[in-house]
């Protein structure tokens, strides 16, 4: 008897997930009752007013297919034909004007099954978004004041805004599930236009903006599905290049040939890049997309940025020279006005009067590869009081003396008479000049790998402030060290030397070196975590 009620309880269950998957095909009926009066309006579809929710939704059933599902029910023999040529197919044999035979073809192949179609509009916010441009992926972060990820990636991008996709339509009291206007309020009418146009879509006649949203939120996911579609034959035919790429065809190829082959297969050539360094980009590329020798690239790479963190690595993939400058306009975008024309003055670059914020910072990025001269005035906010009161004892007046030997003189006070003393010489010129330009060379030198490990909490805090930022409320030492260094190689190096920032980076906190090695090489699970653990290793031994 005790089985019974267990059999009736799976009965019941078997027919819920029946019940739920037969009431989940049609995703417009869990819709308000607005969203299925503009997915009406959105394709023309008149409905009266008023109209109760049951009315709404047998008119929706009538055109579902037509127009969510199956679209091509509607299209004429033209646009049929068009879409069997795109995909490579040739119409049948005297059905070229055969309407009916045309759709039966079409339907073959499809773009997605009926099932399909139904999940994805039942979670728009998974898709919609893909066509957009990535200006426009930030125009809606910034709009609905969604932190942007650093380094901005598409990806990352995508998926931050559908994490937060929710909760701004239920902020701009939005629907959820067919999104209103509020979805393209960052979007002018030209940039609805564009998007028509790329697209392939016709404006709306006579043209408004109610329109054009209505036209662009109607034809979203023919359009993405158009784009999956495209990038997967690409792709595809980039397989079938580079897999009968061989290195006896590269190197048979002259340049012209292999720069044909990069423009089609979408390989960015730097200006003045030589042969040699042509046909190496080139296998880089065939290898990076055929995921062929990941392992041992990624051990070579890893080894050298954890040991001499040289020129080898950098040579070895532009991934790092990219994640360099990524973290390097992340730093910079936080930075104080003084700290970033402090940054220009120390390579030479003049500063237009009155310059904004803003203007300042694309400044420094335009500049970001040049380091600074080896001697300057800045090069004492990071000096350690040891060697700031030794610097001062042999090379300031006696006002800087008597400072220096004071026990209670601040890392400001004599910062400050440093760079009094460096101006007076820099200015006098001669003996004295070359004198101190020679000291400061070697104290940086001996000072570099040992920067902020004397440091106390307060003198940390008020170097961060040097670049107008705060330091977060209870920070260990280490978290303001890691945060001293990293803006201190960027000040120094900018972007000019990829081994200092990707020293400064991997230096971080021991917890972050995972996610380093699998955001920069992708490596499977085991190989990384090993690669990981004689990294920690590596760094133990060094300190």
């Known amino acids: 008897m005790r089985l019974l009620p267990t059999v009736l309880a799976a009965a019941l269950a078997t027919q819920g997930v029946l019940a ?84 039966s073809q079409v339907q073959s192949s499809w773009y997605e099954t009926t099932d399909q179609a139904q ?18 992926l930030k125009a809606f972060c910034d709009k609905h004041g969604i932190p942007v990820p650093q380094p901005r990636k598409r990806d990352t991008l995508l998926q931050t805004i559908r994490s937060n996709y929710e909760t701004i339509a239920r902020k701009m009291n939005g629907a959820i599930s067919y999104p209103g206007d509020w979805l393209y309020e960052t979007w002018s009418e030209s940039d609805l236009k564009e998007w028509l146009d790329t697209h392939g879509i016709p404006a709306p006649q006579p043209t408004t903006r109610d329109r054009l949203v209505a036209s662009v939120r109607r ?20 397989a079938q290049a580079y897999a009968t790429l061989t290195d ?16 089609k297969n979408g390989i960015p050539v730097p200006q003045g890049t030589r042969l ?139 910062v400050s008479a440093a760079q009094s003393g460096y101006a007076s010489a820099s200015a006098a010129g001669g003996a004295q000049y070359a004198s101190l330009t020679s000291y400061l060379a070697q104290a940086t030198q001996a000072a570099k790998d040992n920067v902020f490990d004397t440091w106390s909490d307060s003198e940390l805090k008020s170097y961060l402030d040097s670049y107008g930022i705060p330091a977060p409320q209870g920070s260990t030492t280490n978290e303001l060290r890691a945060a001293a260094r990293k803006h201190y190689t960027f000040f120094k190096y900018g972007t000019s030397t990829p081994s200092e920032t990707i020293l400064a980076r991997i230096s971080e906190p021991l917890k972050n070196t995972w996610n380093w090695v699998v955001e920069q090489f992708g490596l499977g699970a085991q190989v990384a975590q090993q690669k990981t653990k004689e990294a920690e290793e590596k760094m133990r031994a060094d300190l």
């Open 20 to 103: 739920s998957s037969w009431f989940g095909k049609s995703a417009y009926n869990k819709w308000h009752e607005t969203e299925l009066e503009r997915w009406l309006s959105d394709h023309d579809i008149p409905y009266p007013t008023p109209a109760d929710r049951k009315d709404l939704e047998k008119l929706i059933e009538k055109n579902w297919d037509n127009y969510a599902v199956s679209p091509y029910h509607s299209w004429d023999t033209e646009k049929l034909q068009s879409y069997l040529k795109s995909k490579g197919i040739e119409a049948q044999k005297g059905t070229e004007s055969a309407t009916d035979s045309l759709i």
């Open 119 to 136: 999940e994805a509009w039942g979670s728009v916010k998974d898709w919609i978004f893909d066509t957009w441009t990535d200006s426009e």
């Open 219 to 238: 034809n979203s996911r023919l359009a993405y599905l158009k784009a999956r579609d495209q990038t997967a034959s690409a792709s595809a035919s980039a």
């Open 248 to 263: 006896q065809i590269i190197d048979a190829w002259g340049e012209s040939q292999l720069k044909d082959f990069a423009d």
């Open 276 to 414: 040699n360094e042509l046909r190496a980009l080139v296998r880089k590329h065939r290898a990076d997309f055929l995921h062929d020798n990941i392992p041992k690239k990624a051990t070579d790479a890893f080894g050298a940025a954890t040991s001499s963190a040289g020129n080898e690595y950098a040579r070895a993939t532009d991934k790092a020279s990219l994640a360099a400058q990524d973290a390097f306009n992340q730093a910079v975008s936080s930075w104080s006005e003084s700290r970033l024309k402090n940054f220009l003055d120390a390579r030479g670059v003049p500063v237009p009067q009155g310059s904004k914020s803003d203007e300042l910072r694309a400044l420094v990025r335009k500049n970001a590869h040049r380091a600074a001269s080896g001697g300057n005035a800045w090069i004492y906010d990071d000096m350690t009081l040891e060697n700031l009161r030794a610097y001062l004892v042999k090379h300031g007046d006696e006002t800087a003396k008597k400072l220096a030997e004071k026990k209670d003189a601040t890392r400001d006070e004599l």
